[in-house]
């Protein structure tokens, strides 16, 4: 029977293309959402592999917090232009003029008004009923045991008490008028079976994935890095060049880097194997309040 | 692991590696907490001590030397059962150089069979843990019985807390032979014993020195090694098609996922259920075009003729079909707070398609802790029982036991949308035991009402039943459209009267409503009626249904038959049948 193994990548890749292929059939009007980081990158390849020969029939979004790294933004507009990609880029602007941001309203409400609200808006403007997202159960706790379809009533919010039951690949796709639903096609992908996965089909990836030295200033035991001018001067005066590379990307104030010589595909692979700890313990905002990661998701954000 | 390998032959190596999904039944004081978190923790151990075999020019971040809770790292449900949140079931994650392993980790007490179908659907082996203090008991047998009901294959009894009982061997084989006795009728093709203490990590991962007389291997290498390629259905080809692609004019790809059986290029296909045959033209990748595909793979299909297939249908081999049939039995578990309503239609979705179901018959109720059987005319949540189904259109399905993927299916309750319940097919239903009409049909009927509901009406005629009320002061051009459009859709094939409506719009009104519910098309001829009655008739009616239209010369405008055709066009839009 050896003729027909296929590895546990090839076993997941195939569980993903399966569910985003059952959402375009099932819904009207899908979107996936887009964060540029290495598990959108992932996803963005499976919904390429899913319909290909053909152009994927959904936009990617992405909701610009005003706050991300540079080089996401370069890599972003790259990627999409480079692979026949509609791009959607929404941003809140009534907070972006009111200069919303991290160092000045803290990391509580900038996530909620440039994260959520401006996907909320984003989702109702464009009336889509069902969004991918690149979230993956093991990436912390309360996600463990999140479904793969997550439904979502009307004001977008998720009712932890009223999930349905999720058998073998079946998934119920019915909702009602105006409810909609969240995907997780990469649910049963660990951190190191996407940089395994990277590996082997060469995914593009954002450079700050890879150590380098970097201009880092430690805050409160996270190492964040100086990537503009809107980091307070007394601030920026603190940075030191680290060899730093980032495992999550988000808002540069947000995120923190990890001290890592890690520059190669093979290292970051190799430095997942033995890793004990989470990945999500580089993100300031999981932090901010408790348990709240499940807050935010019952809020809309994922 | 040889030590020659450089890091880059090993992680190509690990890449390979193949993916057993597991379910871990027994509860809390079992130990199923500390075994699963030393798994998830020592399996990162093997994993340092591997990679520090090889030769390596680089550091690493991670320490795994530091001491662990095992139990920690469960705690994410454990807040959430105070929060209130419905936890079914919780899923790790853990990999070896050997495999990737998926943890389905369904809690304790509550819920039991709901959270244990729901996490072992797709589980290729399940561990079972007994405390050898008290070795099989009740809740052992039950999670036997579900595991036999989702036709998992491989069951690892893992005898826990050994330490317990002084790595007494003898405690060991009586709980084997009690176990061994018990599970004989499930008829569970595969099952291993292992003693063990997940506390102490004896035989976990490493064969423990306190039980020299156990010759077997450590519970981890077992589930490594386990061999579950042939657990898929290789033999039978199923291709419920999912998307049909259309890229450009010449490409018209099915796309799917193998769901059982090897398609290779230039096999002759059958599509169900138009039953038109053709042959395999391409099997489509990203990579670009593979001679043959098996399941578990996602791939874009090509036929050699231009046949007509949409999502739903299947593609199979011609010589051997799956069953074809409205009528089948089920074991079906109730998942929903509300209890079953045993009148009601229920959306089914099988494979990929989506189609109406009625309950015929429950033949009877399982008790899981007994294996009883009882009567019963409804299900209530966790109940467990052999159903008579039949659909409004066939389905194309395989028993449960033979193929999971085309014997699987869920219920869809078409008022809350919620997943009601779910089931596996027995088989087809021999006609000769089959109950024509179920007891509450004919106690429905003995009141005096039908047991045919519309829906199943408008199935047979393939329409939904509508009013097209047509009205203006101009009687003869109202006559004209009206039967005009009473001889289209006549030709069409459809079931459709003409009724002139009399003086009293309200009786009027309500012999349409009739009529429509009984699947029937009617069409009305008045003249203008006053935007009073119109509020009325809407008022009193289906909005789906009851359609008035008002026939005025103006509105018509210069080209008649443009309009007969855009009317035309609407009614056929608003006649499909659900």
Redesign the interface.
């Known amino acids: 029977?050896?003729?027909?193994?296929?590895?546990?990548?090839?076993?997941?890749?195939?569980?993903s293309?399966?569910i985003i292929?059952?959402v375009?059939?099932e819904f009207e009007n899908p979107v996936m959402l887009y964060s540029i980081g290495k598990d959108s990158s992932v996803m963005v390849r499976l919904a390429?592999?899913?319909?290909?020969?053909?152009?994927v029939p959904f936009p990617l979004m992405h909701i610009d917090s005003k706050w991300k790294f540079k080089e996401m933004i370069e890599f972003r507009d790259q990627y999409a232009k480079e692979h026949g990609w509609d791009l959607i880029v929404e941003h809140n602007e009534e907070a972006f003029k009111a200069g919303v941001g991290p160092f000045t309203h803290g990391s509580k409400v900038h996530t909620d008004l440039m994260k959520t609200k401006a996907l909320l808006a984003a989702l109702d403007k464009h009336k889509f009923d069902a969004a991918f997202g690149g979230a993956r159960?093991?990436e912390?706790?309360?996600r463990?045991?999140e479904r793969i379809y997550s439904f979502r009533d009307k004001f977008h919010q998720w009712d932890?008490?009223?999930?349905?039951?999720?058998?073998?690949?079946?998934?119920?796709a019915?909702?009602?008028k105006g409810e909609s639903i969240r995907v997780f096609p990469l649910?049963?992908w660990?951190e190191?079976?996407i940089w395994?996965y990277i590996?082997?089909e060469n995914i593009p990836i954002v450079p700050l994935y890879y150590a380098k030295e970097r201009p880092v200033v430690n805050m409160d035991g996270n190492l964040i890095m100086a990537d503009d001018d809107r980091m307070p001067q007394e601030l920026r005066d603190k940075a030191e060049m680290k060899m730093v590379r980032f495992r999550t990307l988000g808002c540069y104030p947000l995120t923190g880097a990890?001290?890592?010589?890690?520059d190669t595909i093979?290292?970051i692979?190799?430095?997942m194997?033995?890793?004990?700890?989470s990945e999500r313990t580089t993100r300031v905002i999981d932090f901010d309040q408790e348990?709240s990661m499940?807050q935010k998701k019952r809020e809309g954000y994922f | 692991m040889s030590t020659k390998l450089n890091i880059t032959e090993f992680l190509d190596q690990d890449e390979k590696k193949d993916l057993l999904r597991l379910l871990t039944a027994g509860s809390v004081d079992d130990g199923k907490s500390t075994l699963i978190g030393r798994l998830l923790f020592d399996s990162k151990k093997l994993y340092e001590d591997q990679l520090d075999a090889l030769e390596r020019d680089s550091k690493r971040v991670g320490n795994a030397g530091e001491n662990i809770d095992y139990a920690l790292l469960l705690d994410g449900l454990k807040a959430e059962r105070e929060q209130g949140i419905t936890i079914d079931v919780a899923y790790r994650y853990f990999s070896t150089n050997k495999r990737k392993f998926i943890i389905a980790d369904t809690p304790g007490h509550e819920q039991y069979t709901r959270n244990m179908i729901t996490g072992g659907s797709t589980a290729n082996l399940a561990i079972i843990l007994v405390d050898a203090r008290t070795g099989v008991i009740t809740q052992t047998r039950r999670h036997s019985f579900l595991i036999s009901l989702l036709g998992i294959k491989h069951v690892v009894l893992a005898v826990n807390k050994m330490d317990l009982v002084d790595y007494n061997q003898e405690v060991f084989d009586n709980i084997v032979a009690d176990y061994r006795k018990f599970a004989e009728p499930l008829g569970i093709p595969d099952i291993h014993c292992i003693p063990l203490s997940a506390l102490n990590g004896d035989n976990v991962v490493e064969l423990s020195d306190n039980m020299p007389w156990y010759k077997g291997t450590p519970l981890l290498e077992y589930i490594e090694t386990i061999k579950i390629d042939a657990d898929h259905n290789f033999k039978n080809f199923r291709y419920p098609v999912q998307y049909v692609l259309r890229p450009n004019l010449d490409f018209r790809g099915f796309c799917g996922k193998v769901a059982s059986g090897v398609v290779r290029k230039g096999d002759e296909v059958m599509a169900l259920p138009s039953g038109r045959v053709s042959r395999v033209k391409g099997i489509h990748t990203y990579e670009g075009e593979i001679d043959y595909a098996f399941p578990p793979q996602s791939v874009t299909i090509t036929l050699e003729d231009e046949i007509d297939v949409s999502r739903g249908e299947m593609l199979v081999h011609p010589n051997d079909l799956p069953r074809v049939e409205r009528d089948f039995e089920a074991m079906l578990v109730w998942m929903d707070e509300n209890a079953m309503d045993p009148n009601q239609q229920f959306f089914i979705k099988h494979t990929t398609n989506l189609s109406r179901v009625r309950i015929d018959n429950i033949q009877y109720k399982v008790d899981v802790n007994t294996m009883e059987q009882s009567a019963t005319d409804r299900l209530s949540l966790n109940e467990i029982g052999r159903v008579t189904f039949t659909s409004n259109k066939p389905l194309f399905f395989d028993p449960y036991k033979e193929n999971k993927s085309c014997g699987s299916f869920i219920l869809i309750d078409p008022i809350t949308n919620n997943t009601c319940a779910v089931g596996m097919i027995i088989d087809k239903v021999d006609n000769s035991r089959k109950t024509v009409l179920s007891e509450s049909e004919i106690a429905e009927m003995r009141k005096g009402l039908s047991s045919i509901q519309s829906q199943d009406r408008e199935s047979q005629l393939n329409q939904k039943g509508c009013t097209f009320w047509f009205h203006g002061a101009d009687r003869a051009l109202v006559n004209e459209v009206a039967f005009t459009m009473e001889r289209r859709l006549f030709d069409a094939g459809k079931t459709v009267v003409v009724l002139p409506s009399g003086q009293n719009i309200i009786q009027s009104t309500i012999l349409f409503n009739i009529l429509n519910e009984q699947g029937i098309i009617v069409i009305s001829t008045s003249d203008a009626l006053s935007e009073e009655n119109q509020t009325m008739i809407d008022d009193m009616s289906n909005k789906e249904r009851m359609h008035v239209l008002t026939v005025d010369a103006s509105l018509i405008g210069s080209d008649f038959a443009a309009y007969l055709q855009e009317l035309t066009n609407a009614v056929n839009e608003l006649i499909q049948a659900d």
């Open positions: 029977m050896s003729d027909y193994n296929l590895s546990h990548l090839r076993q997941l890749e195939a569980e293309i399966h292929r059952e375009v059939a390429e592999k899913a319909f290909a020969p053909g152009k159960r093991d912390e706790k309360s463990a045991k932890p008490k009223n999930q349905r039951p999720e058998l073998w690949d079946i998934y119920n019915k909702v009602h649910s049963n660990t190191l079976d395994q590996r082997l990890i001290e890592s010589e890690a093979e290292s692979v190799e430095e194997m033995t890793t004990t700890k348990a499940e």
